[in-house]
Structure formats: C-alpha cells, structure tokens
Nanobody, 124 residues
Framework: QVQLVESGGGLVQAGDSLRLSCAASGRTFSSYAMGWFRQPPGKEREFVAVINWSGGNTYYADSVKGRFTISRAKNTMYLQMNSLKPEDTAVYYC???????????????????WGQGTQVTVSS
C-alpha cells in the first residue's frame, strides 16, 4: 500500500550533519507510523528512530539520542543527523507499519513496507 524511497545519503566527515528523506506514495500515508533503521557494514539491521502516525510521539536508539531527529511532513519523513560519527556509517532504511493508526514501535517485525536504502558514510 505504501511505497517508500530514501534519499540524502552520502559521504561526510565526522561532526558534519546530514538529512535523510523518505518519500512516500500511496493512500493514507499520514495514517501509518514510520521508522528509520540502519545496517552497518558486517552487522545486522538495527533500530534508529520511529515516529507515530500523528507525529506526536518519537523514540530513538540510545546511540543516536540527542543527535538525530525524526520528523514527518505530508508525504515525506526525515531524519536529521547531527554530530555524525564514524560508527553511524550504514545503509539507512525507512519503513512504515502496515496497520493504520497503529502505535510506533522499535520492532522491525511490525514494519511491512521498506525502502531500498541509502548509504551514509562518515569518515574520521
């Protein structure tokens, strides 16, 4: 139902900022909780941040808390990344829950729609 496309990744230096975007298409996009996940090289995909359908509730992984900010507009979700560290290097994915008005969770199993991913590389 919801199709997602990430963009905004690239190569930056430690301490720099970057904003990722997730463009969505499909009906009732604004009714789904959304999330960002990432997969570092050689590691499993991990939770980064989620936002509920209304945008009123957000949750962050401890590793990015205070540095990353998740937000959403009408048809786009964003991840503002500040004070980037080399350990932030990963492929970043956006995802959407399959059930309208369902709450935001950090469990990947609760997300059914996924983007193709965008590479973020942070050099030291």
């Amino acid at each position: 139902q919801v199709q997602l496309v990430e963009s905004g990744g690239g190569l930056v230096q430690a301490g720099d900022s970057l904003r990722l975007s997730c463009a969505a298409s499909g009906r009732t996009f604004s009714s789904y909780a959304m999330g960002w996940f990432r997969q570092p090289p050689g590691k499993e995909r991990e939770f980064v941040a989620v936002i509920n359908w209304s945008g009123g509730n957000t949750y962050y992984a401890d590793s990015v808390k205070g540095r990353f900010t998740i937000s959403r507009a009408k048809n786009t979700m964003y991840l503002q990344m500040n004070s980037l560290k080399p350990e932030d290097t990963a492929v970043y994915y956006c995802a959407a829950r399959s059930q309208m008005f369902a709450p935001a969770t950090m469990s990947q199993a609760d997300f059914r729609s996924w983007g193709q991913g965008t590479q973020v590389t942070v050099s030291s």
